[in-house]
């Protein structure tokens, strides 16, 4: 299988605005996200992919690999999406602009779920890491998952989810960690549903595939890094840096 990551960056973030070119240790939080990515080893290509201009030159006069979106997009998977209408590649892999501490055994794991007999059968995957600290998990910026017993996912969630109404069972939570991958053909197809009720609610993309009755496996995966939303969340990663 060919297997490509694409990291979807654009300059404008309604919590966050400037985001990407945000110094992390000396360096943008997109040139940190490219190079993690290149590091873990498990793609055949990396790209960025963007509408801005500034963005696109912080890659490439990097050394980088970049490409400019040539329409706007509502989400980033719509954006990588155009990208990869004529690449000849079989796994696409959504690593998110603002996750800097991308690692290897995380994409691994994801990759390692389209192989095999089972895994012919997978279309999209995703990975989760248990979440522990009460005040994040219920902290709305969080985003929670239910899954089943073959960890496909039943639902996402900003609220807490489970409930926790019987008090005495032990509840686990799962953080979602948005890095996504994708069989071509599915992220082709995920562009041409219209949005959905709850995904419009929660304003969380992904329940647009459970809305359409398409299953996510999900990955449990040790992630130990930070994703930037908000300047707050760029002072634990200077800290975790």
């Given at each position: 299988?060919?297997?490509?990551?694409?990291?979807?960056?654009?300059?404008?973030a309604t919590?966050?605005?400037?985001?990407?070119?945000?110094?992390?240790?000396?360096?943008?939080?997109?040139?940190?996200?490219?190079?993690?990515?290149?590091?873990?080893?498990?793609?055949?290509?990396?790209?960025?992919v963007?509408?801005?201009?500034?963005?696109?030159?912080?890659?490439?006069?990097?050394?980088?690999?970049?490409?400019?979106?040539?329409?706007?997009?509502?989400?980033?998977?719509?954006?990588i999406?155009?990208?990869?209408?004529?690449?000849?590649?079989?796994?696409?892999?959504?690593?998110?602009?603002?996750?800097?501490?991308?690692?290897?055994?995380?994409?691994?794991?994801l990759?390692?779920?389209?192989?095999?007999?089972?895994?012919?059968?997978?279309?999209?995957?995703?990975?989760?890491?248990?979440?522990?600290?009460?005040?994040?998990?219920e902290?709305?910026?969080?985003?929670?998952?239910?899954?089943?017993?073959?960890?496909?996912a039943?639902?996402?969630?900003?609220?807490?989810?489970?409930y926790?109404?019987?008090?005495?069972?032990?509840s686990?939570?799962?953080?979602?960690?948005?890095i996504?991958?994708?069989?071509?053909?599915?992220?082709?197809?995920?562009?041409?549903?219209?949005?959905?009720?709850l995904?419009?609610?929660?304003?969380?993309?992904?329940?647009?595939?459970?809305?359409?009755?398409?299953?996510?496996?999900?990955?449990?995966?040790?992630?130990?890094?930070?994703?930037?939303?908000?300047?707050?969340?760029?002072?634990?990663?200077?800290?975790?840096?």
């Amino acid at each position: 299988m060919k297997k490509i990551a694409l990291i979807p960056a654009r300059y404008g973030a309604t919590r966050f605005p400037g985001k990407m070119m945000a110094k992390l240790g000396g360096k943008s939080v997109i040139l940190r996200t490219y190079e993690s990515t290149v590091n873990t080893g498990v793609f055949d290509d990396v790209m960025v992919v963007t509408d801005s201009d500034i963005i696109y030159q912080e890659i490439v006069n990097n050394g980088g690999k970049a490409v400019m979106s040539k329409k706007e997009h509502e989400c980033g998977t719509d954006r990588i999406a155009e990208a990869v209408v004529d690449m000849d590649v079989d796994i696409v892999v959504n690593v998110q602009g603002d996750e800097p501490f991308t690692q290897r055994e995380p994409l691994e794991k994801l990759l390692q779920v389209f192989e095999g007999g089972a895994g012919k059968q997978v279309q999209v995957a995703s990975l989760m890491q248990v979440l522990k600290d009460p005040v994040s998990i219920e902290d709305p910026n969080y985003v929670k998952v239910a899954v089943d017993k073959n960890f496909n996912a039943l639902f996402f969630s900003r609220s807490v989810i489970p409930y926790p109404r019987n008090k005495d069972i032990q509840s686990v939570y799962y953080e979602h960690i948005g890095i996504y991958a994708f069989r071509k053909q599915m992220l082709l197809d995920f562009t041409q549903m219209p949005v959905t009720p709850l995904e419009a609610a929660e304003k969380i993309e992904c329940l647009r595939y459970l809305e359409n009755g398409i299953s996510m496996k999900m990955v449990v995966t040790s992630y130990m890094g930070v994703e930037i939303d908000t300047p707050e969340d760029l002072d634990k990663a200077a800290k975790l840096l």
